[in-house]
């Protein structure tokens, strides 16, 4: 079985870490009820509190898009873009 593994980065504007933190908590729980996702969770750095790392495993690259194109996550997305200090920083990997 295929497992990929996308870990992300994102960075709130100076400052704001605090306001995006609940949207990205908000969007990882709605991955976790699909059932290709086996893991979706959010950390924040200890060194930056505007800098957020995003780790999920998934079941397939179809599962990962279906969750993300949910109406809730597009709204939140919404919802953070004008915090956001750029776009994430997403890399997907495969398990070996």
Not at 47 to 57: Q, S
Not at 64 to 89: I, S
Request: charged letters at 20%; glycine letters at 10%.
């Amino acid at each position: 079985m295929v497992q990929l593994t996308p870990n992300g980065t994102v960075r709130a504007q100076s400052g704001h870490g605090a306001e995006m933190e609940p949207l990205l908590c908000a969007m990882a729980s709605t991955g976790l009820p699909d059932p290709g996702c086996s893991h979706y969770s959010i950390h924040r750095s200890l060194e930056d509190a505007d800098l957020f790392l995003m780790v999920g495993f998934w079941d397939s690259k179809q599962a990962k898009e279906r969750v993300g194109e949910t109406d809730a996550n597009m709204e939140l997305f919404g919802q953070m873009q004008p915090m956001m200090d750029g776009m994430p920083d997403v890399r997907v990997y495969e398990a070996l």
